[in-house]
């Protein structure tokens, strides 16, 4: 069960990571913009909606009105990569919702207080461009105390994907989970906790 679990997780990371880090940026550097205002929204109202909910939504309209992409069950990667990115796309994109937006939050707002500093007047004062002051000098500096969230959203990561093996119908750690607690099977509970 674990390689299915991982197969969810580790892109559902890799994308939250990624998108969080560009999303932040954008919002920090776009302030006050329209642009600033949506993804602000989005990240405020994505700690609020339950990711199950946010499962039964997009099964209901991707899956079975729309017929887009597959609504239960998983095909490994070894198996037919194609296959598996159909079915893992919709299971990827909600894991990593939560973790994007403390992500993006993060990284907004140390950006604001990195590009504050008196450096980055410096900087400024020395004609260095914009660009390369935000991305080269504010950016790497705003990254520091990101690694750091990053981290603490693994267990919200491994979470988010037992919720959502279950929705999907996809035999990973979570649904075994789900399983064990059904039989009271403790030994696999504890196991599985750990």
Same mark, same amino acid.
């Given at each position: 069960? &674990? ?17 969080? &880090? ?12 329209? *642009? ?14 339950? &990711? ?9 309209? !991707? ?12 095909v490994?990667? #070894? ?23 403390? /992500? ?5 707002t ?6 504050s500093?008196? =450096? ?14 935000? =991305? ?6 705003? !990254? ?5 969230? /990053? ?14 093996? /279950?929705?999907? #119908? ?6 075994? *989970? ?17």
């Amino acid at each position: 069960r &674990i390689p299915t679990t991982l197969s969810l997780s580790i892109p559902a990371f890799t994308i939250a990571i990624v998108f969080g &880090i560009f999303f932040g940026t954008i919002c920090a550097t776009h302030r006050g913009s329209l *642009i600033d205002q949506v993804l602000t929204v989005y990240i405020a109202g994505t700690n609020g909606v339950p &990711i199950f909910w946010l499962a039964i939504l997009l099964m209901n309209l !991707l899956g079975t009105k729309l017929g887009w992409l597959p609504v239960i069950g998983y095909v490994k990667p #070894s198996e037919d990569i194609w296959q598996w990115f159909l079915h893992a796309i919709m299971p990827v994109a909600l894991i990593s919702l939560q973790p994007l937006a403390a /992500v993006a939050r993060q990284v907004r707002t140390n950006m604001l207080e990195v590009i504050s500093q008196d =450096y980055i007047r410096t900087a400024r004062a020395y004609g260095i461009s914009e660009t390369r002051i935000k =991305y080269e000098y504010a950016l790497r500096n705003a !990254l520091i105390p990101v690694i750091t969230v /990053v981290g603490l959203q693994v267990p919200t990561i491994i979470g988010g994907s037992m919720l959502i093996e /279950v929705c999907f #119908s996809i035999a990973g750690m979570g649904r075994l *989970i789900m399983t064990s607690v059904s039989n009271t099977d403790y030994l696999v509970i504890q196991a599985l906790v750990l």
